[in-house]
């Protein structure tokens, strides 16, 4: 072997890169001056991509495998550098290596509310958040548009504007979908292959893709949220009446003083009850021969709930809302509500209460 042989063997490079950051995108290969030797070679592994610049100038791309950096390997180097066939002269070039593989758990999420038109509620307040992918899935595009010259990019430094991005295109979509509020939760899955369609075609211009978009959750303002609460216990109660007995029962049944009080009063109750059927039953309990037939159980008369400037006031009875109704407080188009009916009600619509409004008091009395 001569000395020019292994000198030769001697400036023959490796160039690979291995990576454990799981955050980098770009990695450019260090090399003093910039000079690579004719014959080097070059390794990329699956998950990667190698593109060569040359003098500012994207040369060529390669995808895994292991490659010989020779004339024949490199058609559109050598057609910029004009080499002929066989020349083995050092050339300066840059290479950088992409990261092709997925960067996962990625987290998005809206800043500011978004304004929807919800069907039941009207117009609501809505924010979500989730997770996303990113994959490179065009190198040279990628390296062209967002890194430039940068020789250590990593997924930090354009995961904002891809959550920019993301934040647009989910206002967008959500916003004219038509589905209602309380329907998101069933329907996120379908949401969310309509976000990543629209995402990945705008990220496409950067060379990147969308592979997985996931919404974790959409929620309403914590007022309204409360409101909802409220609104879903009343349906919960149903009959008010039955719900007093058993909160009663159930207090009397924990103890202490209340229920021991409640006990007490239930027993003179009982106590009665028991002597007026004594006294009925004669001076032996002999039954009489003909018991008396028991009245009627008094009529179950109503209380309202008046809805006041968004918020819920009462219960009032009856005799309450014809004061309300004198003094201007309760109006025709108040809305009222009633254990047992159907949603809220204009006062003028309940028969109940609509001749709170048509019968008029007599006139005073002379000197009043």
């Known amino acids: 072997m001569g000395i020019l042989d292994f000198l030769t063997g001697e400036f023959i490079d490796v160039i690979h890169w291995t990576d454990d950051s799981r955050d980098t995108m770009v990695w450019r290969f260090e090399r003093e001056g910039h000079e690579i030797k004719y014959g080097a070679k070059l390794t990329v592994r699956e998950g990667q991509a190698a593109v060569f ?77 989730g997770t996303y992918s990113v994959k490179v899935t065009d190198p040279a595009k990628f390296l062209v548009e967002i890194v430039g010259t940068d020789g250590e990019f990593t997924m930090d430094e354009i995961s904002y504007q891809i959550r920019n991005i993301i934040v647009q295109e989910f206002s967008r979509t959500i916003a004219g979908s038509g589905i209602p509020v309380l329907d998101m939760a069933a329907n996120t899955r379908e949401l969310g292959k309509l976000v990543a369609g629209e995402i990945s075609q705008k990220v496409a211009e950067y060379g990147l893709t969308i592979p997985e ?96 400037n968004g918020e819920t006031k009462g219960p009032f009875s009856k005799a309450s809302m014809g004061k309300m109704a004198s003094t201007g407080e309760l109006s025709r ?36």
């Open 333 to 368: 188009d108040t809305y009222v509500w009633t254990p047992g009916q159907d949603g809220w009600l204009r006062a003028e619509d309940v028969q109940e209460l609509a001749q709170l409004f048509t019968i008029l008091p007599p006139p005073p009395p002379p000197g009043a």
């Open 53 to 129: 610049v040359h003098e500012g100038q994207l040369a060529d791309v390669f995808t895994p495998g292991l490659y010989m950096l020779e004339t024949n390997n490199m058609p559109i180097l050598t057609t910029l550098q004009h080499w002929d066939h066989g020349f083995k002269s050092p050339f300066k070039s840059e290479i950088y290596f992409v990261n092709t593989t997925r960067f996962t758990d990625l987290k998005w999420g809206t800043k500011n509310p978004i304004m929807c038109r919800d069907p039941e509620f009207g117009p609501v307040r809505l924010r979500a958040f």
């Open 213 to 308: 978009f996931y919404i974790e959750n959409i929620s309403l303002p914590p007022a309204v949220e409360q409101a909802l609460d409220k609104r879903t216990s009343m349906g919960l109660v149903g009959d008010l009446a039955k719900f007093t007995q058993y909160s009663a029962a159930e207090a009397m049944a924990r103890g202490g003083e209340a229920g021991a009080g409640m006990g007490a009063g239930l027993g003179m109750g009982m106590g009665m009850a028991m002597a007026n059927q004594m006294a009925q039953s004669g001076p032996w309990g002999a039954a009489p021969a003909q018991a008396p037939a028991a009245p009627p159980p008094p009529p179950v008369e109503h209380v309202w709930h008046i809805a006041v």
